[in-house]
């Protein structure tokens, strides 16, 4: 079991940039991927990123590729999503979660109910 800690999340203009923080504790979460994803509001929840604990192995939806980055620092317990010449589509509550022992491709089809999510973290872009 892992929990989650969201944070970095805030308001900015169009082509301006974030950092999102997601600090991870407890027992063991080594074999754990990791991923972020994002609901509007009045919209589904959408994948973002994803990213194993161990190795380099990253996947990113097709609307930030190019712009966000998700990358970890496992000393830290922290993975990070690097968000680069930001839109107002990408505003959203922006969650972290974590499923143990699936690759990055399989994340993103998980039901919600079989993920470890944080508390969400707001990023508004403004035009």
């Known amino acids: 079991q892992v929990q989650l800690v969201e944070a970095g999340g805030g308001l900015v203009q169009a082509g301006g940039f974030l950092r999102l923080s997601c600090v991870l504790s407890?027992?063991?979460?080594?074999?754990?991927?990791m991923g972020w994803f994002r609901q509007a509001p009045g919209k589904e929840r959408g994948f973002v990123a994803a990213?194993?604990?161990?190795?380099?192995?990253?996947y990113s939806a097709e609307s930030v590729k190019g712009r966000f980055t998700i990358s970890r620092d496992n000393a830290a317990n922290t993975v990070y999503l690097q968000m680069n010449s930001l839109k107002p589509e990408d505003t959203a509550v922006y969650y972290c979660a974590a499923a143990p022992r699936v690759d990055t491709l399989v994340l993103m089809t998980l039901k919600a109910g079989l993920l470890n999510w944080g508390q969400g973290t707001q990023v508004t872009v403004s035009s």
């Open positions: 990213i194993k604990w161990s190795g380099d192995s990253t």
């Open positions: 407890g027992r063991t979460f080594s074999s754990h991927t």
